[in-house]
């Protein structure tokens, strides 16, 4: 039981340059969500999906893409990277027992965008 | 706008000392609020949870508050031992499923 795992750990992209995020968890969670972590900033979210083929906009989400085509994996995408997006990002999951919603969050992606 | 915060950014307490870490927030609406616990090069780890119908909850050694009148959360740490120094995030679930991180607090526990 791996949990949540994100690939790559580090990634150097030039302006302009497009990479996807991948995230994977074998817990069979439903939710799935996408952050990044700023200094000084905590974590906000850029995209999350409440199932398999769903997703929905964060608090900011614009330059990302994202798809869930399988339950247990959440891609991120950036389609042409900006030095904004220069951060570490986060990716967890989480279930709902109806009082609990716990997210297990991955180790996280180092981004440097030059 | 309405954001998640944080009254004091560092703190640091002799080990064995009881530790406090508050958190304001300003959406009435939030109902469910997460205590979570960052080491360095790690991502977030659980710690403890609240709803709104409580004012209280406790945990191994952790025990959260909720003041709803003032908008207050506060996470108390006793025994605090030096395994505790990291960045402690209070998160508020709004609408829907997405949730709102405060700025963080870095808690240093002094041998």
């Known amino acids: 039981n791996a949990g949540v795992t994100q690939t790559p750990k580090f990634r150097v992209l030039k302006t302009g340059q497009s990479m996807t995020l991948l995230c994977a968890q074998d817990m069979n969670h439903e939710y799935m969500y996408w952050y990044r972590q700023d200094p000084g900033m905590g974590l906000r979210l850029i995209h999350y999906?409440?199932?398999?083929?769903?997703?929905a906009k964060g608090e900011v989400p614009d330059g990302y893409n994202v798809s869930r085509l399988k339950k247990q994996n959440f891609l991120l995408g950036l389609e042409s990277a900006a030095p904004s997006q220069t951060s570490v990002y986060f990716c967890?999951?989480?279930?709902?027992?109806?009082?609990?919603?716990?997210?297990?969050f991955g180790p996280g992606t180092r981004l440097l965008v030059l | 706008g309405e954001s998640v915060g944080l009254h004091l950014p560092t703190l640091s307490v002799q080990e064995g000392d009881n530790s406090i870490i508050n958190c304001a927030y300003s959406?009435?609406?939030?109902?469910?609020f997460i205590w979570y616990k960052q080491e360095s090069g790690k991502g977030p780890q659980f710690i403890i949870d609240i709803r709104s119908n409580m004012d209280k909850r406790q945990g191994q050694r952790v025990t959260v508050l909720l003041n709803k009148t003032v908008k207050h959360l506060s996470l108390q740490i006793a025994a605090t031992q030096p395994g505790d120094s990291a960045v402690y995030f209070c998160?508020?679930?709004?609408?829907?499923?997405?949730?709102?991180f405060g700025t963080g607090t870095s808690l240093t526990v002094i041998p």
């Open positions: 999906s409440v199932g398999e083929g769903t997703t």
């Open positions: 959406n009435s609406a939030s109902d469910y």
């Open positions: 967890a999951s989480s279930y709902s027992t109806g009082y609990q919603e716990t997210q297990y």
């Open positions: 998160a508020e679930k709004r609408t829907g499923n997405q949730f709102y």
